[in-house]
């Protein structure tokens, strides 16, 4: 029996494009309109989870209580100061010429993003990807979102690929997790600003600088020149 | 022979003020402003180091020329975009805390920056340090900033302290580099962004969360309480 050809099931924020820093300042500046203090590196560490996990989150750490229209009101004061942070978001290197060449070789590949297509939109737009060609699944499409394995299970459906012959490929543990719980095998990559074995320990099964970084060693990872 | 006390040589930015991510966007948003593109996560994991380095990185990592003049409107244009995130910037959990049961224990302790005096004031104001009373070194006094060990000595030099009985405390690996090269143990803090493993590879004694991790662990590195 041949080996299965693999398919890529991308995150996006921190992943594709360079948006996770941002992303962190601003929700620490909605936080702090909400007069809850919680430090900068917390919730970089939380970055990418599902935003009902991120409000449990918010209660186990700070003990106070996330109400549902609180929760409203940050993601609106989030998405505010995003949009403000994200003039500065690009791709991230190698990323475009990494879908192009997978897309040339005919490697089917999506994007499946803990974000809702309102502020994924502008993202997935800067690296050339048209949405109405290529599968993107976003939180607003699947009951739960990482560490859950939704995403990349409703993506690789799309893809009509089987999950267990994909490679997940993320920059947070909770990509890593998701994928893992997914079946899939998870690439880490460190444009996101974990550690090294910060995702390693998640489970990944390799980890890559950039997207650049995993073009250079596509052929690693079951995909021929 | 009585063991001798310990003292604390802190770094600031990430250690004991949340400033490391406000700091890292406005480098990147300075970086932009001259067309040199960078991924965040690259800035991340360089903050800490001087001025000189940093520029040298950005040598190496983008192969375009830093002139003197370059690197004067990079710091420039860094200073006025920290001047706008720096709004956000508070005293990390426990670091108050922290400081005030050293000085009323009589454990000598003192803050050794990369940053200079003008950056770094409104920080250690918002700490309640008065400089005038608490050796505080900056870029301006020494030759040369961390990775090299010139702030630590100079720092336990102005506590008349020998360096081989103090601790570094610092989040970076910078700091954690440059407390061995001043034959220092060094204490990681996680809440600069950088993972555990990536202080304890770069030579940490001990990693902890937080300024308050480490007063609540304060008797494991030789404070009685």
Same mark, same amino acid.
């Given at each position: ?10 995150? #996006? ?25 919680? @430090? ?30 609180? #929760? ?8 505010? =100061? ?15 010429? #990494? ?35 290529? @599968? ?29 012959? =994909? ?11 998701? =994928? ?23 489970? =990944? ?21």
């Amino acid at each position: 029996m041949p080996v299965a050809k693999p398919a890529f099931l991308f995150d #996006l924020d921190g992943t594709l494009v360079d948006s996770v820093y941002q992303h962190v300042l601003a929700w620490h500046e909605a936080l702090q309109s909400e007069r809850i203090a919680l @430090p900068v590196w917390q919730i970089h560490r939380k970055i990418g989870m599902s935003g009902g996990l991120f409000a449990n989150m918010l209660l186990r750490e700070t003990n106070l209580e996330i109400t549902p229209e609180r #929760l409203d009101r940050l993601r609106s004061l989030h998405g505010a =100061a995003f949009r403000r942070h994200g003039v500065t978001v690009r791709p991230l290197p190698g990323a475009v010429e #990494l879908l192009k060449f997978l897309s040339e070789r005919g490697v089917p590949w999506a994007i499946a993003t803990s974000g809702r297509m309102e502020t994924a939109g502008p993202s997935i737009a800067s690296l050339g990807v048209d949405p109405a060609r290529t @599968p993107v699944v976003t939180r607003d499409q699947v009951e739960h979102a990482k560490p859950d394995p939704d995403l990349f299970l409703a993506a690789a459906e799309r893809l009509d690929h089987p999950i267990e012959d =994909a490679f997940v490929v993320g920059d947070s543990i909770w990509d890593i997790l998701a =994928a893992r719980r997914a079946k899939a095998l998870a690439i880490g990559l460190l444009t996101g600003g974990y550690g090294e074995s910060e995702l390693e320990r998640s489970g =990944a099964f390799r980890v890559f600088g950039s997207p650049a970084d995993l073009l250079k060693h596509i052929d690693e990872v079951g995909v021929r020149r």
